[in-house]
């Protein structure tokens, strides 16, 4: 049960964990924690950073966001009016309140979600806000606290906000590799593309009593499984048990464990001795497509569901099968060396017109049997981490690393998120982000969510005529927002998810041409296309210092969100 926190001019407030009616200035007073049962109601970010910070300390970014809508999306409403709404409602102009304060004298920067504004829903604005304070963090050489509360990626910004993931990711990066302490504090609730990235890949993290954190939602996992969850799932306390946060605090103890962590992260640090880097200045974004709304969705020849339809086609060639066309004297690399090894990602070493090259990819299959066997090429935790393994182990090696890219998504099961889904898919994304060698990512067919994310972080990213890259299935869009997943169709054009869409927002690089009418009708043809655009992209990236290479796909990624903040107010 969730408590619900209680509005303004309310005298009296029901508790949702007891039903307890409350007089409301008491329920503040003791931080909206009912005194009765203990259930901790929902705090919007405001009230969360009272609670959390000294008094009269806190400082916002002087930054703020533009009036965007990069992909002109319209469900039942058009997206600007869903945004102006949420603005009116919570007297927020984004979905996350990002400054400086000091936290028991200990200075830091933090970002703290409200989900009360579309569901603290990651955006571009507010992926670039966090970056901003965490760009802060690091230009101040302090610790970066994040306060998370956020259903996932905003499916309104179609593969845009999916980018966000990487963008923030690759600031966590940044902190990490200064030695700058990273807390997050996952409150109730934190799932989907926030899970799967800054909630969980900071040094800390720190679950509030009564949060739910996940990657994929109970309801979506009990559709597609047909199973009872078992108890607790997803709870702090089922995640602490299961090994995937440091501490279950209640919310009276929030702050003294903040300060704690922040105290020793400073004793730790030896003063000035710490080079200072230069703060990365946002750079403009690509051109996007003129007004937003009513440009062309489709692919040349077809509506962006038949796209669909074609991208899931069974008799798409596979990871496995480019492998054998494409790549030559393929060696395959098995296990995640944590106890698994999961058929839905392949990988291992390779040569790609000679060249020696680390290849993984998600695995489908051709028949229902194959299918079934390769979990549809949705990978588990344990796919992830045999990925990370391999990427690290050509980081080592010094060999570039080519990923394709095929999976409806990651894992939709309990054991997926028992064992850690969410941390695994931010710890891939995050070490994309720094790898020194060069990356090409190839969209082979369906390119789902942070599943793909986790093989698509890249130099350059490549994207089969056919193929289709999206933040949700445009059934589950559908489901949410019209909601009628026989909506799906409509929902597929509005997210823009198709070669020609992406290419326009730069979110790709580069389409690969496949033999007409399609890749299944000519699998060799489709092999060569696919092999000459690796290549193409490829050899440039060999001469390319490492340095330069990690800063320029940082750049790349950052780019997605800088755009969508107006000018600094200058205000502070
Ligand atoms: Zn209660």
Redesign the pocket.
Known sequence: MT?TAPREGQLWSR?G????LLYRKRLRRNLDV?P????HARVDAPERLLQLVDPGSFTALPERPAEVDPIGFVDLLPYPHRLTAARAGTGLAEAVVCGTATVGQHPCALAVMDFRFLGGSLGCVVGELITLAAERALADGVPLVLVTASGGARMQEGALSLMQMATVSQAIAALREAGLLTVSVLTDPTYGGVAASFATNTDVVLAESGARMGFAGPRVIRQVTGRDLPEGFQTADFLLRHGQVDMVVPRHALRGRLVALLAAARAGRRPASRPGVPRQEPSPLVARPAGGAATTTAAPGGDAWETVRLARHPGRPTTLDYLETAFDGFVELHGDRLGADCPAVVGGLARLDGRPVMVIGHQKGHTTAELVGRNFGMASPAGHRKALRLVRLAARLGLPVVTLVDTPGADPGVRAEEQGQAAAIAENILALTVLPTPVVAVITGEGGSGGALALAVADRVLMLEHAVYSVISPEGCAAILWPDRGAAPQAARALRLTGPDLCRLGIVDDLVPEPAPAAHHDPQAAARALREAVLAHLLPLLDVPPATLVRRRRQRFRRFGAARLGARAGAR
């Open positions: 408590a508790c964990g007891c039903a307890t009912c009765e049962c203990g259930a």
